[in-house]
């Protein structure tokens, strides 16, 4: 019987993750099939239930049901439990258990190929969601000088600032308006966008959450949006001088962590590099 697995999320046509988990798969020799599902949210609990099935290996989990997937599953790793959110999902003989690979691809990612040291360094996180604080919960195990996050919701920015200093991180919540993300970008030496801002197939595919005014040319940005490989942010960074890095070797580590929780061997990274370049270009 081929096995399955999958992605989930709504929309989901954005996703590459079929490209280059079933390259992985075939690389692997391995009999199952990655595929993507479009799940809305009034959706999310049965479909859950029916990954229970014996043929499901397990599936990934991208926006927006990270966070409320949680409450549908039987077990959740630590590290997801502080991140309070799950994209990857492992179907352990009907149960499923929860982990969370974004802290993992975006430390890979950014150590791909570039020379970049986080020791004392001041980052500006963009967003508040799963994803950040993934992020922050990845850089609690650096020493980072100071953390800003920035979101539209000044409370949600709050509660991971909490995390943030549980943690043992300088941090600093701050909104979205201009002065003050102007005032926070002077001072970073990395940004990260962790929101679907600039993303394709969205209302928002042409938008940025920052201008050029509002990005040191001294900084590192880094777009966690892989589609398109060049987002609106990364145009205004290149404009003000500043070093750029999109999205895409964090999907691919990230999702070489779910093969591996997966299947308990070795991910082949570079086929998987090769082949999300390759969907993308």
């Keep these: 019987m081929v096995k399955r697995l999958g992605i989930i999320g709504y929309p989901i046509g954005h996703s590459i993750s079929p490209v280059f988990q079933q390259a992985a798969l075939d690389d692997s ?5 990655y595929t993507s599902w479009e799940i809305a949210p009034e959706d999310l609990e049965k479909f859950i239930n029916d990954i229970r099935d014996p043929d499901v290996i397990g599936i990934n ?3 927006p049901h990270k966070e409320s997937v949680l409450r549908l599953l039987d077990d ?3 590290w997801a439990l502080r991140a309070g959110a799950v994209n990857t999902i492992v179907n352990r003989d009907g149960r499923l258990v929860g982990y969370n690979t974004d802290g993992i691809g975006f430390l890979r990612g950014l150590r791909h190929n570039q020379d970049f040291n986080l020791n004392g360094k001041t980052i500006l996180i963009i967003g508040a969601g799963g994803s950040a604080r993934g992020v922050v919960l990845a850089l609690s195990g650096e020493s980072v000088g100071h953390i800003i996050i920035a979101n539209r919701t ?5 509660v991971l600032v909490s995390l943030a200093l549980e943690l043992g991180i ?6 979205l308006d201009w002065q003050e993300l102007a005032l926070a970008g002077v001072q970073a030496n990395l940004i990260v966008n962790c929101t679907s801002i600039g993303m394709a197939h969205t209302p928002e595919e042409k938008l940025s959450p920052l201008m050029l ?3 040191p040319p001294t900084c590192l940005v880094y777009d966690l949006v892989y589609n398109p490989l060049e987002t609106q942010l990364l145009r205004e960074a290149a404009r003000a001088g500043a070093d750029t890095m999109n999205g895409i070797k964090m999907l691919v580590y990230q999702g ?3 093969f591996e929780l997966w299947f308990e061997r070795q991910a082949p990274v570079q086929i998987m590099l090769s082949a999300a370049d390759a969907a993308i270009k």
């Design 76 to 78: 959740i790793d630590d």
């Design 213 to 215: 005014q509002q990005i």
């Design 29 to 33: 020799e391995l009999d199952a099939l």
């Design 154 to 158: 000044l409370a949600r920015a709050q």
């Design 170 to 175: 300088s941090a600093q919540a701050v909104s």
């Design 256 to 258: 070489a962590a779910s």
């Design 61 to 63: 989990v991208t926006v």
